[in-house]
């Protein structure tokens, strides 16, 4: 008999479950929350606390982060329109995009392309901000 995780026992998630969401958001495949709690058979509130609870990070965050390194790599490396990519990683207002660019990054996306960040320093930044080796234990 199948019983789905609300009705098991153990309310927390496995560190195995944990590093399966953390590749599903790196893989770069689009993914929403509500998508990643479907996949493991918890509402997204559920998910939510859970994920925070076990790794100290919201998910939400990572996956603001995994967009954000993915438009950084379309700035480096294409003549995408800011529109476009914001567009891309999922802005639907490109100044929304550009302040979450800029927090994240701190330049604005224009400067980041017209900088010409290679691939290595795109992937020294994300070690840097994505804090992903807090998680590996």
Same mark, same amino acid.
């Given at each position: 008999?199948?019983? #789905?995780? +609300?009705?098991?026992?153990?309310?927390?998630?496995?560190? #195995?479950?944990?590093?399966?969401? +953390? %590749?599903?958001?790196? #893989?770069?495949?689009?993914? =929403?929350?509500?998508?990643?709690?479907?996949?493991?058979?918890?509402?997204? !509130?559920?998910?939510?606390?859970?994920?925070?609870?076990?790794?100290? $990070?919201?998910?939400?965050?990572?996956?603001?982060?995994?967009?954000?390194?993915?438009?950084?790599? +379309?700035?480096? *490396?294409?003549? $995408?329109?800011?529109?476009? $990519?914001?567009?891309?990683?999922? !802005?639907?207002? =490109?100044?929304?995009?550009?302040?979450?660019?800029?927090?994240?990054?701190?330049? =604005?996306?224009?400067?980041?392309?017209?900088?010409?960040?290679?691939? %290595?320093? +795109? =992937?020294?930044?994300?070690?840097?901000? #994505?804090?992903?080796?807090?998680? *590996?234990?």
């Amino acid at each position: 008999m199948v019983h #789905s995780r +609300l009705q098991t026992a153990s309310p927390r998630l496995r560190m #195995s479950e944990c590093n399966k969401l +953390l %590749e599903m958001v790196e #893989s770069g495949k689009p993914c =929403t929350i509500r998508g990643l709690a479907r996949r493991f058979n918890l509402t997204h !509130y559920h998910l939510l606390h859970l994920f925070k609870q076990q790794m100290g $990070i919201s998910l939400g965050h990572l996956l603001t982060r995994q967009r954000l390194l993915q438009a950084a790599s +379309l700035l480096a *490396e294409s003549n $995408i329109r800011i529109k476009e $990519i914001a567009h891309e990683a999922g !802005y639907e207002h =490109t100044s929304s995009f550009a302040r979450a660019f800029q927090r994240q990054f701190r330049m =604005t996306p224009q400067r980041y392309r017209e900088q010409g960040h290679s691939q %290595e320093k +795109l =992937t020294k930044s994300a070690k840097f901000f #994505s804090g992903r080796e807090e998680f *590996e234990r």
